[in-house]
């Protein structure tokens, strides 16, 4: 690398640096001050605290670092306008592309972080953010859905609950129907309740009939109570509405397998989570090639006007973001494009105003 390329790509990691060491610690005084109250209600001990506001960094940081890093880029950026120093680089016969070197090579950096923290460290982060969250910041709402739960463990096999209380492992009006290879009803159970006792390791159903058919006949068994075991964990009958932000990239694969073979109704919600984290890494290019084009021209009202630019266009692209991501998890429209045109279209504004920069 040329001394232009170390000084350019210097000041693209420092002030990014700069950026999230200014502004994390500034969201996490706000957010303390905004639950402070809710902590001390719920006498959250002091050791959880700590450690979710460890998470909280982690979770927070990594949903923002486009933004940081949009941000920075159009900071430093005017400032080298400002002063001439682009026009000096440009006047010495450096071609544009030349001069954006040093800026993909500092945002292949940013996008590998962005990566190895997205895939490995983002979702441990995110378990503890949310089960401190759910246990005592939003004490009473639920974290799953517990009403009307289906699930198909397997080709043959599909289990019912009514309505499922997490907190007692309790499930209400159980049905278990196994098919055969025909897709006929092989048999069929049913109980008022069924709950997990953990100390037995075993599942207690209550009001337990069991309806076999043999030959057209119908056979019947009921008993009041009856202790019996089952393939499947209780706990996976509702999984919980963050699980799949829970999940490393190899665990979050098989258990979107798992949930597609089952017929889970939001399987959606879990695939996009996988596609986000892939895509996340390529905005980090995207949005350093729009923030050099913009911030790279030097501008009656300097590098103010270039922040307010910058900080409309992240919220326009958090904007586009948020809308496909709903439309993905609640109106079936797919994870996979919900995920690529935000970055088209914003890609598609990259190339644009490279080629007016250019010019």
């Known amino acids: 690398m040329s001394i232009i390329d170390k000084y350019i790509l210097k000041r693209y990691l420092l002030t990014f640096g700069v950026m999230i ?104 982060a995110s378990k503890g953010f949310n089960e401190f969250k759910f246990k005592y910041l939003k004490t009473g709402k639920q974290d799953r859905v517990t009403n009307n739960v289906f699930t198909q463990l397997n080709k043959t096999d599909f289990i019912y609950v009514s309505s499922f209380d997490p907190a007692r492992q309790i499930g209400y009006n159980f049905t278990y129907e196994r098919f055969n290879k025909d897709n006929e009803l092989d048999f069929k159970i049913s109980a008022a309740n069924i709950r997990w006792v953990e100390k037995d390791s075993l599942y207690r159903l209550t009001s337990y009939q069991k309806r076999k058919l043999v030959n057209d006949t119908a056979l019947v068994d009921t008993k009041r109570r009856l202790d019996t075991l089952f393939t499947f964990d209780i706990g996976d009958l509702t999984p919980v509405s963050y699980v799949a932000e829970t999940k490393n990239i190899f665990e979050l694969n098989k258990f979107i397998a798992d949930q597609r073979q089952k017929g889970a109704s939001n399987i959606n919600t879990y695939v996009l989570v996988k596609y986000k984290r892939w895509a996340l890494p390529i905005s980090a290019f995207i949005l350093t090639i729009i923030a050099v084009a913009v911030a790279s021209v030097k501008r009656r009202g300097g590098m103010g006007v270039n922040l307010a630019f910058g900080i409309v266009v992240a919220f326009i692209f958090i904007f586009f973001d948020k809308v496909f991501g709903t439309l993905a998890e609640q109106a079936g429209f797919s994870p996979l494009l919900a995920v690529i045109l935000p970055n088209l279209l914003f890609g598609i504004l990259a190339f644009v105003l490279l080629q007016k920069a250019k010019r």
């Open 21 to 124: 060491l200014l502004f994390i610690p500034i969201g996490i005084m706000a957010h303390l001050a905004e639950q402070i109250g809710k902590m001390q209600a719920n006498e959250a001990p002091l050791d959880e605290i700590l450690v979710y506001f460890g998470n909280f960094t982690i979770y927070i940081g990594s949903l923002l670092f486009p933004i940081f890093l949009f941000l920075s880029i159009i900071f430093f950026t005017s400032k080298l306008a400002s002063n001439t120093e682009i026009v000096a680089i440009l006047s010495s016969g450096v071609s544009y592309n030349r001069f954006l070197r040093p800026y993909l090579i500092g945002a292949s950096i940013i996008a590998l972080m962005m990566f190895i923290m997205g895939m490995f460290i983002v979702p441990k």
